[in-house]
């Protein structure tokens, strides 16, 4: 008997693809998605860090320097600002052009090597001269100014060994009193055949190099990090709620009430564009009661932030309402439009940054989340409460939610013809 029960409920779950896919492809899907996420099958490694330099110094020293930062595997280092097809090589940065990159996002953190760094590479104590290097970063990714400057201090231990025992024997001599002619020529033997560049051994000494670092974005914000958290956790959820609200169409078509609502003069372009506006009414409220909350409990400055609010909150919840109404609209029944819908926002929220920062994947998921809602979203409302930019600089971002919307009600509107001709 035991046996029987055994095997009639695993004839029920074949029979039920939802519970099917639930139980089995979700685990995988989700298993696959961190895998890559961190590193499983794509060779391990963290992501690389994208820093900008910038060189005041110009000695060869310092070119030196950017060399070996730009050679480092661990870094995505430029000088300059991407080159464009068809156009010539832009100009490399200055400080106030690589504050400006990091300020909107660009990267996460710039490196500005001094006038003077060829004099004094490296210090040996607060008294020994020379301008420190400055690291600017976005605070809304702390691991990239920690990345940078460990790095920073490792490319200076192995690409410049020998300006660093030179400077270290002008100090020792200075402060032991004098070394002899002799000890003097062997120390200059030993420093002629130390190895330099890539061939330097690298090593675990700190607090050779003068570092200064900046926040040049968050530094006068107050908790606006919260926002990141609130569109993130808010975008997921508002997909499924325009999951359930589009799920009432299969409801009606189940229950004969669609047939009743479409032969009395409603047409199927006026139940869809009706229905979705209410889901998009419905997940406006939803996000503006999570930032609400989240001003009263958090301190989210959201006040001082309105106008860049209402149209990432409007194009999010068209977006989010035109998902709902395709789901509907391909499903044949409310079962099977439950399994995909959990299935495929799941996956969407894993990979487009609201289960894990997007910052911290690796460069190839990066660009596969800017297939999601979530990416996009979470983009826009950083724009407007960590970056404080304009409401114009929204414009990538709402063109891609808004157009994606009704790409997506054209699809729904597409699917749902079988209902008339049923």
Do not use: C
Not at 76 to 99: L, R
Not at 110 to 125: M, N
Not at 143 to 150: L, R, T, Y
């Amino acid at each position: 008997m035991i046996a029987a029960i055994i095997l009639n409920g695993f004839r029920a779950l074949r029979r039920d693809r939802g519970a099917l896919i639930l139980s089995f492809i979700l685990p995988i899907a989700f298993f696959s998605i961190f895998g890559v996420i961190f590193g499983g099958a794509a060779g391990g490694g963290t992501p690389r860090v994208t820093v900008l330099l910038v060189d005041e110094d110009r000695s060869a020293g310092s070119q030196q320097l950017v060399r070996a930062l730009m050679r480092e595997p661990s870094l995505k280092a430029s000088t300059h600002a991407e080159v464009k097809k068809g156009e010539a090589t832009p100009a490399d940065y200055t400080a106030a052009s690589a504050e400006a990159a990091v300020r909107e996002g660009d990267a996460p953190a710039a490196l500005i090597i001094p006038k003077g760094f060829g004099e004094h590479p490296v210090s040996f104590g607060p008294s020994s001269g020379g301008a420190p290097i400055r690291l600017l970063h976005d605070s809304s990714d702390p691991v990239a100014a920690q990345m940078a400057a460990g790095i920073l201090q490792k490319v200076m231990m192995t690409s410049m060994p020998d300006a660093m025992e030179k400077l270290g024997m002008q100090y020792f001599e200075k402060y032991s009193g004098g070394l002899s002619p002799q000890q003097r020529e062997n120390i200059q033997t030993a420093i002629a055949r130390t190895p330099s560049g890539d061939q330097a051994a690298a090593r675990n000494d700190s607090g050779f190099m003068r570092l200064d670092v900046r926040d040049v974005v968050g530094e006068k914000n107050k908790n606006s990090m919260i926002a990141f958290y609130a569109a993130g956790i808010g975008v997921m959820f508002l997909l499924f709620t325009a999951s359930a609200a589009g799920g009432t169409l299969l409801d009606e078509a189940e229950s004969g009430a669609l047939d009743r609502i479409l032969s009395a003069r409603v047409s199927m372009t006026t139940l869809l564009a009706g229905k979705m506006a209410y889901s998009a009414l419905l997940a406006s409220a939803q996000l503006t009661l999570m930032f609400l909350w989240g001003a009263a409990v958090f301190h989210l400055d959201l006040f001082h932030h309105l106008p860049g609010f209402f149209v990432m909150t409007a194009a999010t919840s068209i977006a989010v309402a035109s998902f709902g109404m395709l789901l509907a609209s391909v499903s044949h029944t409310r079962a099977q439009q439950g399994a995909i819908s959990t299935l495929i926002i799941l996956t969407m929220s894993a990979i487009g940054g609201s289960m894990f920062p997007r910052f911290l994947m690796p460069e190839a998921m990066q660009k596969v989340g800017l297939l999601t809602f979530n990416a996009w979203a979470i983009d826009g409302y950083t724009k407007v409460f960590w970056r404080n930019e304009p409401v114009s600089h929204l414009a990538p971002q709402v063109a891609v939610l808004i157009g994606a919307g009704m790409g997506l009600f054209l699809l729904a509107r597409r699917f749902a013809r079988r209902w008339e001709y049923s």
